[in-house]
């Protein structure tokens, strides 16, 4: 697998292309990259794109040929072996746009649900805001197109759909996903490391609980003895 | 120690922000402009310690209790320590117990100021920078006092003033380049959105809103990385310009790249100001 296109973003920033649908594990690759170029800053992923972000200016044939040096096979992905389980509420305390998308069809709502619940995801990466995961795996009859407009607050713990991405607001903000349920779990702390529990290339599950379920583990999270669960595959 | 006796409208601390936790999620946050910020560090330099207070329209009220110097550099804002006037872009010396207060901003919006001293500060993700989201204040409070770790003790203050062009406060023109989705805008688009005007509607930290007539048929793309001085274009035509706290990826098309130089002149654009944008040449193609 080698990159199908090169984007030069600015004077120190390059952009890597993939395809999108072979799926890049980029976790272990990370470690190789930051290894393979001594200047890099950073290195972050989306999708299907890997970006090198280095701490000064660089040379196109300089990183052309480191580039062309590496073993981009070591990107294939692995199968996980566990999964996160990842307690949502649909309790219509929390803001919900199903509702209005279906135009209160309550089955087509249910049924939109157990599709949503029956699948694995995985962590592709972090972006966005601190500790909001972008998720895969969500069913394609799962879609649900960005709002036109971001609303001006979407809240903390709010599970949302864009396109066919899948991801959880870490806080407050605005945001222009669609809002299916409520998670109490928070997926990063500032404090020390490890800072996020789970990793990218990891699987997660989601797990429906009710509003009395779900305010017991914002409480045990608060009090520090709730620990989310590891489940093998 | 330095007390807030008046926080000013939005009065933030920074440092050169927070590098290596992109992959988190974790914005880089540090100076809006950081041409006056490095300006201010290069007047006033200690050690690897780039702390500054950036105040946004209206500044802070100090009471220094530590014989320091400073400098502000960034908007044009006249000074005030005890009632002597201080000149911009040049090295003053505060003695102890003095009083350091801030006029109406002429030009610009965000001005900064620097103290030679290392202040006790939280770290979060390595930088002292102001970012809520990760347990920082959003902004300084009347009342917060600032304990001060060390100080060289210097007095020495130059006498000629350091002649520094504050020009950019004035130009309303932001040197571009193509983004990444540049392309997929029509030949038409591309135009209009190089020939308009654009109106400054609202801006912060997080990037600027500006106006325009661009209508777009959204695809729906994948969220890419989005880095400070990223031009994104909204379904609803409206430009987004992202700024020192903005978010590390988004799926708006990002259709122009704003030059370092364009991002200081950005930083500095109020509300109702209008702007264009002007194409640099691509300088390189892979």
């Known amino acids: ?233 | 120690m330095i007390k807030v006796m008046e926080a000013g409208f939005y009065t933030t601390i920074q440092d050169q922000g927070r590098f290596g936790f992109r992959h988190l999620g974790v914005p880089t946050s540090g100076p809006m402009d950081s041409q006056a910020f490095r300006l201010a560090n290069a007047l006033l330099p200690l050690k690897d310690e780039q702390t500054v207070f950036e105040c946004t329209l209206t500044g802070p009220i100090l009471e220094i209790n530590a014989p320091l110097r400073f400098v502000v550099t960034g908007a044009n804002v006249p000074i005030d320590l005890d009632g002597q006037p201080c000149a911009m872009n040049q090295v003053h010396f505060a003695p102890k117990g003095s009083r350091l207060k801030f006029g109406k901003i002429s030009t610009g919006v965000r001005f900064y100021l620097r103290f030679e001293a290392i202040f006790d500060l939280p770290k979060y993700f390595d930088s002292v920078s102001f970012y809520p989201a990760l347990g920082s204040p959003s902004r300084l409070e009347k009342g917060d006092e600032l304990s001060i770790v060390s100080f060289p003790n210097h007095t020495k203050v130059a006498h000629a003033k350091v002649n520094i062009a504050q020009d950019y406060l004035r130009l309303s023109k932001l040197d571009v380049q193509p983004g990444t989705d540049w392309e997929r805008l029509t030949t038409a688009q591309q135009k209009q959105l190089m020939e308009e005007t654009h109106k400054v509607l609202a801006q912060n930290r997080m990037g600027y809103r500006l106006s325009s007539t661009i209508v777009v048929t959204a695809p729906q793309l994948l969220s890419q990385l989005i880095l400070p001085g990223m031009v994104q274009l909204t379904p609803s035509g409206e430009i987004l310009i992202a700024t020192a706290d903005c978010q590390v990826s988004g799926g708006y098309l990002q259709v122009l790249c704003l030059s370092e130089e364009a991002l200081a002149v950005l930083v500095q654009k109020r509300e109702g100001e209008q702007l264009t944008f002007r194409n640099t040449l691509p300088q390189k193609q892979p």
């Open chain 1, 1 to 233: 697998m080698k990159p199908t296109n090169i984007l030069w973003i600015n004077k120190k920033v390059v952009s890597l292309c993939f395809e999108a649908t072979t799926g890049l594990d980029i976790s272990v690759f990370r470690k190789v990259l930051l290894q393979h170029f001594p200047s890099l800053e950073e290195v972050t992923h989306s999708f299907d794109r890997v970006n090198l972000l280095f701490k000064s200016p660089i040379e196109e044939e300089t990183i052309l040929k480191k580039i062309a040096q590496l073993d981009w096979n070591q990107l294939k992905r692995e199968q996980p072996t566990y999964y996160w389980e990842i307690p949502i509420c649909f309790n219509e305390q929390y803001p919900n746009d199903l509702a209005q998308i279906f135009q209160g069809d309550k089955n087509a709502i249910d049924h939109y649900r157990t599709v949503f619940l029956s699948a694995t995801y995985r962590l592709e990466f972090y972006g966005f805001l601190p500790g909001f995961g972008y998720l895969s795996g969500l069913p394609k009859q799962c879609h649900l197109d960005r709002k036109l407009t971001a609303n001006r607050k979407t809240l903390k713990g709010t599970v949302a759909v864009g396109g066919e991405q899948v991801g959880v607001y870490p806080q407050d903000s605005p945001g222009g996903w669609q809002a299916i349920g409520y998670s109490p779990l928070p997926w990063i702390q500032a404090k020390q490391a490890p800072y996020v529990f789970i990793q990218p290339g990891e699987a997660i599950r989601f797990v429906t609980v009710d509003l009395q379920e779900c305010k017991a583990i914002a409480k045990g999270i608060e009090t520090g003895h709730y620990q989310p669960k590891k489940v093998l595959l």
